[in-house]
């Protein structure tokens, strides 16, 4: 087998190996951080403009923005109020259209946009 | 001072990925870095956020934010951090495109230039960045897209 030189095989095997929730865990971050470097540009807003409004350090907002914060409720609703939208969705489905079937059906999940 | 050598760790259509060897090594720095902490159990889950994000970026492109500037405002030296634990794997950005990963380790200590393998990382980057940036500007080399042209056969004094 040729020799893994450049480290690329040896890369890629850690990456299919890793656990599927951190996986997830990484999906949402970098979704939230995506949406949130999206809702910057949008308002013209610096990370220092962000770091005034949230009264947070300029070295906490590139955190947020990095793509692996494990962001706390508390965090994404300080962001959240400062800048007017809702970093997260919360899709609700209620199925009550059948009296065949009337189990309702919540389901959260977060919008991380593609 | 070493030579070194630039190779190319992987090509996608949005992203060049670059690292370093060393003369006399047998493996790149950025095959060093994973192996230094692939079976310690401690970091070894830092190291998978670290490598999924190199994977995300071989799609998304090289975007700073993803990054923590380190060195000196002048240089492209940056680090893919874990910060709660403190792994960095240092980098050179290069362009949106074009990424070189260097060698890393945990800094737990207030400044990188306090730990010696630390801080010699990223001083092999900065001396690597000031003769890119040199061969750059006499037009020995070109970054084109995701590509690094005129450094297959480069040495470089670092």
């Known amino acids: 087998m040729k020799k893994d030189i450049n480290g690329q095989k040896l890369f890629h095997k850690i990456v299919d190996e890793t656990p599927a929730e951190l996986k997830t865990q990484l999906r949402f971050s970098n979704a939230i951080a995506e949406k949130l470097d999206r809702m910057l540009k949008e308002r013209d807003m610096s990370q220092r403009d962000l770091a005034r409004k949230t009264k947070k350090t300029e070295a906490e907002v590139s955190r947020w923005l990095g793509g692996t914060h494990n962001f706390t409720l508390r965090t994404l609703a300080l962001i959240s109020t400062a800048l007017g939208e809702d970093l997260i969705s919360i899709v609700k489905q209620y199925d009550i259209t059948s009296e065949d079937n009337p189990m309702m059906a919540a389901e959260a999940e977060a919008d991380y946009g593609d | 001072m070493t030579r070194a050598k630039i190779l190319s760790v992987e090509q996608t259509e949005a992203v060049g990925l670059f690292t370093i060897i060393f003369e006399g090594e047998n493996q790149s720095e950025f095959a060093d870095f994973i192996n ?90 900065q001396k690597l960045d000031a003769l890119l940036k040199a061969d750059i500007n006499k037009g020995i080399v070109r970054i084109e897209k995701t590509e690094i042209i005129g450094v297959d056969d480069k040495e470089y004094d670092i």
């Open chain 2, 36 to 125: 230094k902490f692939k079976d310690d159990a401690v970091r070894q889950n830092d190291l998978r956020i670290i490598l999924n994000q190199i994977d995300l970026i071989l799609v998304k492109g090289v975007a700073e934010r993803y990054f923590r500037p380190e060195g000196k405002m002048s240089d492209n030296v940056c680090a893919l951090p874990v910060y709660k634990s403190g792994l960095r794997l240092y980098c050179l950005r290069l362009s949106d495109s074009v990424l070189i990963v260097g060698n890393g380790g945990v800094k737990n200590t207030k400044t990188y230039q306090e730990n010696e393998d630390l801080n010699g990382y990223v001083i092999n980057l």
